[in-house]
């Protein structure tokens, strides 16, 4: 029995570590569809492709094969951006906590202060609090990096939704206090985001439909994404998130998902 707890120590963790990645990533989907991002999408494709909105409806393969490299180069700058945020928060986590137990439910209190942020961007009119910061650049002046620099532009902007799901995914990043981990963490978020960009890209006409129906609930979906980020939360400040975790895996393998949790 004593010979088989090790494993069972080190499948959990693994499961752990596979659900944090999973989570991470539809993060970046929930970032996506929040009201800060998805009624800009079309206006940075145009941006980052060069073509009009009519361009982008009308989907020639020429067309697609642009939208997709400079997407692609746009995320890549985004996901550079997200990662150095993510090594930054592991490193002073490192420094200032030593104990594991502590750091997690000061990352809990901080996840459940970015749900009451996220659920005011909805419910209260303060546009002081809830303004966006960005800058924009001048991208004609960086010649073949302008897409990875407008993506760095983008991930270093603030936006009332976006912020709390990144400091959300940060602090689960900092609570490991591994430097692999975060880069891994930040990697899934990006991609989850930038996937998001991509597939709207591609398929901009086809999807025009559904896009307006997440606009007219992105109310719903902006309130429901600060509950889920509540309920993170407070399993953090109970330090219960390994049992949770444990749990959800079960769940995982009894509706044949074994595979979500055992990747890698």
Request: net charge positive; aromatic share 8%.
């Amino acid at each position: 029995m004593g010979s088989l707890a090790p494993a069972l120590i080190g499948a959990t963790s693994d499961a752990t570590r596979n659900l944090y990645v999973l989570t991470a990533f539809g993060g970046g989907i929930i970032s996506f569809l929040s009201p800060c991002v998805l009624p800009i999408v079309p206006g940075y494709l145009s941006l980052i492709s060069g073509l009009t909105i009519g361009e982008l409806t009308e989907g020639r393969t020429e067309t697609l094969r642009r939208v997709a490299v400079n997407t692609l180069l746009f995320v890549a700058g985004f996901t550079f951006v997200f990662v150095i945020l993510g090594l930054v928060t592991t490193g002073i986590g490192k420094t200032i906590f030593e104990n594991q137990a502590t750091l997690t439910r000061v990352c809990g209190g901080l996840v459940l202060l970015m749900a009451a942020y996220l659920a005011g961007s909805q419910l209260l009119t303060t546009p002081r609090l809830y303004q966006e910061f960005r800058f924009h650049p001048h991208l004609e002046r960086f010649g073949p990096v302008a897409m990875p620099v407008a993506g760095a532009a983008f991930g270093l902007g603030w936006t009332p939704c976006i912020g709390p799901v990144l400091g959300t995914v940060l602090n689960f990043a900092a609570q490991g206090q591994d430097l692999a981990r975060s880069t891994v963490l930040l990697t899934a978020y990006s991609l989850g985001l930038g996937a998001s960009f991509l597939v709207v890209g591609l398929a901009f006409g086809r999807l025009a439909t559904p896009l307006e129906w997440v606009k007219r609930h992105s109310r719903a979906i902006t309130l429901a994404s600060a509950a889920l980020l509540a309920v993170f939360g407070v399993i953090l400040l109970a330090n219960q998130l390994p049992q949770v975790t444990a749990r959800v895996s079960d769940a995982m393998r009894s509706l044949g998902l074994s595979r979500l949790v055992s990747l890698g």
